[in-house]
């Protein structure tokens, strides 16, 4: 049986196991499809994670991954564009196949027209109940840069950068990045 045809009463176990095409988010119990990115969508988290990722390595702080799937103690599955984990915290989240069991550190969404309700609302209110510490969301139409960190009364918008203007978020210390410079070159 094909595992997509079944598309309710799955565990968060059964999810992370499986390996679907084409991907499947989860919550309660229901796969969730995904649709495919654009290719302005790919550029511009091919680029954020390239950048990040270098950073936190260069300077072993953890690890950054690109498109992983990340079951959230909530009971939700989401793959984000991009996660990462604190050094300290890795061995504590990632599994032997390399995918978060937990709220990681840092959530990236790249907002895409036919996501922004769903990254901006819906995964932002998923991300918080799940404890996830900071939240970025990058608009990929106008390369606005938000960024949020979970406090007990919600998530508090702590850094914006409009198109271009340095993003420096709190999250990442002395992590900077210009998206219209970047994805004009």
Known sequence: MNQANEKSGWTLEAWLEA?????????HGRLV??????????????TVYYLLRQYVRSRQLGTVVLEVDV?????????????????????????AHGKIRGAPDLVVEVISPSTRVRDSVHKLRAYYEAGVAWYWLIDSETLTCYEYQHTPEGY????????????????IEGFALNL????SE
Request: hydrophobic fraction near 40%.
């Open 19 to 27: 390996e679907m095409e084409p991907r499947f988010e989860l919550e």
């Open 71 to 95: 079951a959230l103690p909530t009971g939700v599955g989401f793959i984000p564009d991009i996660a990462y984990v604190r050094k300290e915290r890795e061995a504590q989240l990632f599994t």
């Open 156 to 171: 508090l918008l702590r850094t914006t950068a409009e198109a271009g203007e340095p993003f420096q978020p709190q999250a």
């Open 180 to 183: 219209q410079e970047l994805m």
């Open 33 to 46: 499809p995904m649709a495919s990115p654009s290719s302005k969508h790919n550029d511009l988290m091919a």
